[in-house]
DNA sequence: CTGTTAGCGCATTCAA
DNA sequence: TTGAATGCGCTAACAG
């Protein structure tokens, strides 16, 4: 017997001698006008007095809600979208709803049928960086998708990714950069495409840019060989930019592996701005994504779809952090 | 309308040709000898045909439970917490389970009432890394806390960390090192004051074995200032024990300020073995702790804990992975 | 302004 | 071996 006798709506009637409904009424916040202010505060004090809590369970079979929302996320063990969803269950629990969790396709398991465990009780989802398809099965729920491709079928979040690796082409390029190189996340996902085209385009507008790009899976020994690559190959770049923190680290790594020091030797840059980007010796420079507001901003856009309105899609600005991995080319 | 129309198990019944009752002794899995096998096997097929789940909001007013458990986790933003969930998370679906995460104290803000938002609907709570006290709200619901004093009074599942910290001083012992400083994590919990004992017990153990030690918040830079005071000190440390890899992150730090190279001048070990450990350079020797095992064993813990058994405390054992931070002392 | 009533979908007695 | 009836706690339509 888990739960505690908790005290229902019908005991708090009687405490304040009243009856069921119009607890009901009253704890629902919608008495205005059909309940005595009198009555009311009785109410509200008894249901305190008694430390009354509504039974989710009886709330949800009668509205036909769940007051739940679904976060799909590629990953956990990534820092990312732990701020990810912190900032959505901040705004979540605000308006009373709770947030599951659900890493894929890392559970993509038994598939006995799609989503036993969580799939039953939401009454929306949020995804972040991933493709549309994983969302075929859930027809005719409300989604709301988090950093994804802005012309897709679904209301979606972004972050101004391709604004930040201009940033990072400008300040590279006023550094005295021309020969760039580009360790790319080998991900067909829009955020790392929207990256490639904007990053090729502002080092092709420098005078004198050249712009070169190896891909790499998102792992530090894969970026590293990426790096590799590029710093062996015919571009001989003087900066390195890589599509994430994590691939930077593995950047670092190939410099020390051919005796360039940084910044003196190369030049690296980051996306993300992770715990990792001031760990690493130099701290990194690398371009600040408000992973928390991504999520706060995304079930804030879910909470307007489920009250039947069409959540303008928005597109949060990234920031620019130079830190002491960038600094003039070698002479 | 959030929910598209689900069949009911009227529906099943009615497609069986049954009665509602009989399908759900059927599909409840307690018909052995009630119902015969002939009808069984047609609400069977009739449920699978019609594609019928159990609504849980029903299930769960009924029975009284919720099928949900709570993980309460120190922060999202670890991705040592990401892991934890993701184990529990698998257990918990294999058994019909869901879990929802809780950042404590991240979200021990308004206090309207101690946990509004998940607080409810709780069948079982699964607590990782923090002080007993948390739980005091919650008195009366079953609890397994992971990470923490085993002498406590709730069942446990832990690391074997005090190993963990012998094997460190020993291999640190094998390659010559005497003076050893420990950067500690400033914080009250047993899982830190375990590895501090069990480190200055080794290090004495050691034949003219010196401990230092001094404290440090969870992060780079105070792990850093933590790291030169031990550097600057009377100790003359050979090698650096940190509680965690992050901050071994921020010794290796101290130790460039010092121009102290990594393992020449000064060993460095961590404590976790995330993925920073292979991103920093050179890579860490540290302890490997088996965190998605931890968050699977305590919920494996926690159903047996709801069907009335009492589970055995657990202590999963750690493994010291040797990398390029530890060489032998300077000469 | 407030109370009575019905029913959400399910598991479970009890009667047949 | 099966079906009819009941109630979990809540909200909302409808009466008074």
Redesign the interface.
């Known amino acids: 017997?888990?739960?505690?006798n908790r005290p229902t709506s019908r005991d708090v009637a009687q405490e304040a001698g009243v009856s069921q409904s119009t607890v009901s009424l009253v704890l629902g916040g919608k008495w205005a006008g059909r309940i005595s202010p009198g009555t009311a505060a009785a109410v509200q004090e008894a249901a305190g007095r008694l430390g009354y809590?509504?039974?989710?369970?009886?709330r949800?079979?009668r509205l036909?809600?769940?007051r739940t929302v679904l976060l799909m996320v590629p990953?956990?063990?990534?820092?990312f979208?732990?701020?990810v969803?912190?900032g959505a269950?901040?705004v979540?629990?605000e308006h009373?709803?709770?947030?599951?969790?659900y890493?894929w396709p890392?559970?993509a398991g038994p598939a006995d049928?799609p989503f036993?465990?969580?799939?039953?009780?939401i009454?929306?989802i949020l995804a972040s960086s991933m493709p549309v398809q994983v969302l075929a099965p859930f027809q005719?729920?409300?989604v709301v998708m988090l950093d994804s491709d802005p012309a897709g079928p679904v209301p979606t979040v972004d972050f101004a990714v391709a604004d930040g690796m201009r940033a990072v082409a400008a300040h590279l390029g006023a550094l005295g950069h021309r020969r760039i190189g580009h360790v790319a996340a080998a991900i067909g996902q829009w955020t790392f495409r929207e990256r490639g085209e904007a990053l090729a385009a502002a080092v092709r507008a420098l005078p004198g840019g050249a712009y070169g790009r190896q891909e790499a899976a998102l792992d530090?020994?894969a970026a590293k060989d990426a790096a590799l690559r590029l710093l062996d190959g015919p571009l001989r770049p003087t900066a390195l930019v890589c599509d994430d923190d994590?691939m930077a680290?593995?950047a670092?790594?190939a410099a020390?592996a051919r005796g360039l020091p940084v910044p003196g030797g190369l030049s690296v840059t980051g996306f993300d701005d992770l715990?990792?980007a001031?760990?690493?010796?130099p701290e990194l420079t690398t371009v600040r994504l408000p992973a928390a507001d991504l999520g706060a901003h995304g079930m804030a856009a879910l909470l307007e779809l489920?009250e039947g309105r069409r959540p303008v899609p928005r597109s949060l600005p990234g920031e620019l952090v130079v830190r002491g991995s960038t600094a003039e080319p070698p002479a």
């Open positions: 017997m888990p739960a505690a809590r509504p039974n989710q369970a009886a949800n079979l036909g809600t769940t990953t956990l063990t990534a820092p979208f732990g701020a969803y912190a269950a901040r979540a629990a009373g709803f709770g947030i599951v969790v890493p890392e559970n049928s036993a465990a969580p799939g039953e009780a009454d929306g005719g729920t409300p530090v020994g994590l680290a593995g670092y790594k020390r715990q990792l001031t760990a690493l010796e489920l």
